[in-house]
């Protein structure tokens, strides 16, 4: 039976939309795949698909548990949905039967048999009893008699456990034979089962299922992939077993292969959560804000210029890139998005400057009291593409300076890509959004002049304080423009919907 490795479309999968891999992950998964069919036909092996936060673990575990799903017996288990249970066990052997359960009838019975004698081991020994509550219900006086009562019931119980874990083991060897034999059921060997979100799951859960995976599915024939943030999960097992406790080696016990699943460049992750309103209608939906790069992609890749500059992980991009699309959408004045971005970073990781450039008229410098980590990122470049031509911006002349002469020639700007560290941005796109009017004020002869920004009033001298001037020549001084101060209106506001 042929599987389908062209992921460029959406499917559905367990009643969920799963959108186009958009990171070209199609290809990991056939090899991976590929690996796991041939060497789990005839041994068991337990694969960890790891990646950090936001780098689609999640979406990949799902597309090739869907694409894999009419060639073999498929199970995907939501862990971290099923953390409310106190019982791992009882977890996966329920999204087995939900999900096989339209196999052949001799398969779903033989499921069902395995699936009540699981139920024997979810018994427990309650709590230890004080001995006067023993003593008034039991009527013994010696407590060590309980005691001793209790220890070999508990052996008892121990050794039931095993007995049952032994015929749970059986029985999946016969799931494994039924399927190897085509006996009504027409797939193919191996059995993969996925678990997903583990790494979010309770410390102890988290645990308990990796137990069971070993000691219990040990089985030919079975593959599970186990997907997490492993170094988040490995914290998680420090949570129960200390903080000196060696959780990578650990770990090494339950996996015998690791595939690390590479975290997206920020832009291809950004593209992959952009509300689709804005990718469809990009100059219609993005035409409030200021500078607007040419292309979709032209504004994602400055967005994760910056993001990339400051070193903000997946988690946290996306969280700022989030807020700024939700902005985008429901802001009906103009702004510039980029500015408004790097305070909102400024506003969570270096209050201090974010207070300063809010509060006063001081620009950021590299003498400015920010730290060292911050310091560096500032002085990182960003790229913006944007249209400076005279239709677009409404800029007919440019003032050419040379030596004591001025003069004004036309604007022959297109497209260009302009260049800053971002030290150099934010101050220049500070002085533009406290101008209130679109003109300049130039001096001759001893007199002054006002030119307006349409008809000479900028100054072509090559900088962002004169670029960002021509973008905005059209909107400065109009009621449609946001003021500054509501910039950082926007910031706190932001933050109440984390």
Known sequence: MSMNWDWSNEVEYLNEKLPPDNLDRAKYAKFLY?????????????????????????????????????????????????DFSDDPLLAIFSSISEQLGDQSDKFTAL???????????????????????????????????????VTENMIELHKEKNAVIEEIKCDLRDWVRYVKQKDGINKDLPIFIFIDELDRCRPSYAINLLEIVKHIFDVKGLVFFISTDTEQ???????????????????????????????????????????????????SSTKNIVPQPVEFHDFTQ??????????????????????????????????DPFYLLIIMYLFDKEN??????????????K?????????????????????????????????????????????????????????????????????????????????????????GGIENDKSMLSYLKICWTNTKGSQTELKFHEYFDLVELSTTLD
């Open 233 to 283: 999960l490995q914290h998680s097992i420090k949570v129960v077993y200390g903080k000196d406790f060696d959780a990578q080696q650990y770990l090494g016990r339950f996996f015998d292969r690791r595939n690390i699943l590479s975290a997206p460049k920020t832009k291809e992750l950004l593209e992959t959560r952009t509300p689709e309103s804005l990718i469809k209608d990009y100059l």
């Open 111 to 149: 499921a069902k048999i395995t699936e009540k004698k699981v139920g024997v081991l979810l018994k427990g020994v309650g709590p230890a009893l004080v001995q006067g509550f023993v003593k008034k219900i039991t009527g013994v006086d010696d407590f060590s008699e309980i005691a001793k009562s």
């Open 302 to 335: 400055t967005c994760s210029d910056i993001l990339d500059a400051f070193q903000i992980n997946l988690r946290d991009s996306l969280k700022y890139y989030d807020r700024l699309c939700d902005l985008i959408l429901i802001e009906n004045k103009t702004f």
């Open 34 to 82: 590929e690996v796991a069919a041939r060497r789990g036909e005839t041994s068991n092996l337990v694969i960890n698909i790891n990646a950090e936060w936001g780098a689609g673990k999640t979406h990949f575990t799902r597309r090739l548990a869907q694409t894999i799903k009419e060639k073999h017996p498929t199970v995907y288990v939501d862990a971290w949905k099923q």
């Open 352 to 365: 201090s400057t974010y207070k300063s450039i809010k509060l006063s008229n001081q620009q950021i410098t």
């Open 367 to 455: 003498e400015s009291n920010i730290n060292e980590h911050t310091k560096i990122s500032l002085q990182k470049q960003i790229n913006i593409n944007v249209d400076l031509s005279s239709f677009k911006t409404g800029v007919q002349t440019l003032t050419y300076k040379h030596n004591s002469e001025s003069l004004r020639l036309r604007n022959e700007f297109k497209t260009l890509s302009l260049n800053s560290n971002i030290y150099n941005y934010i101050n220049s796109a500070t002085k533009v959004i406290k101008t209130e009017k679109a003109s300049s004020i130039f001096t001759t002869f001893q007199t002054k002049e006002e030119v307006s920004w349409k008809n």
